[in-house]
Nanobody
Framework: QVQLVESGGGLVQAGGSLRLSCRFSGSAFSAYTMAWYRQAPGKQRELVAQ???????DYGDSVTGRFAISRDNANKMVYLQMNDLKPEDTAMYYC?????????????WGQGTQVTVSS
């Protein structure tokens, strides 16, 4: 069974930085597409950044140039480096893992870590 555990959230002033971590428990981590999503109160969950098993990366428009996603396959970790944080980045941040096994797609979510950016 796959489990994802996020850490690294907290309270930071605008312009500051945070690094989120996501620990993957289970097998075949390197085969997973990993992503960070966020959800602010009253808003839909949105994609922040995604990294595929092959290392291809995509970012949401609002974070491009400020955030960076990376993965460490040896240690089954995914990171989100967040720089130049803005109050509108305040949200619960979730780690997501997705893999295609034969014809079945499996998706797993972590419990989330709160990021609050003060102005």
């Amino acid at each position: 069974q796959v489990q994802l555990v996020e850490s690294g959230g907290g309270l930071v002033q605008a312009g500051g930085s945070l690094r989120l971590s996501c620990r993957f428990s289970g097998s075949a981590f390197s085969a997973y597409t990993m992503a960070w999503y966020r959800q602010a109160p009253g808003k839909q969950r949105e994609l922040v950044a995604q990294i595929t098993s092959g290392g291809s990366i995509d970012y949401g428009d609002s974070v491009t140039g400020r955030f960076a996603i990376s993965r460490d396959n040896a240690n089954k970790m995914v990171y989100l480096q967040m720089n130049d944080l803005k109050p509108e980045d305040t949200a619960m941040y979730y780690c997501k893992g997705r893999v295609l096994r034969f014809t079945t797609e499996r998706t797993y979510w972590g419990q989330g870590t709160q990021v609050t950016v003060s102005s």
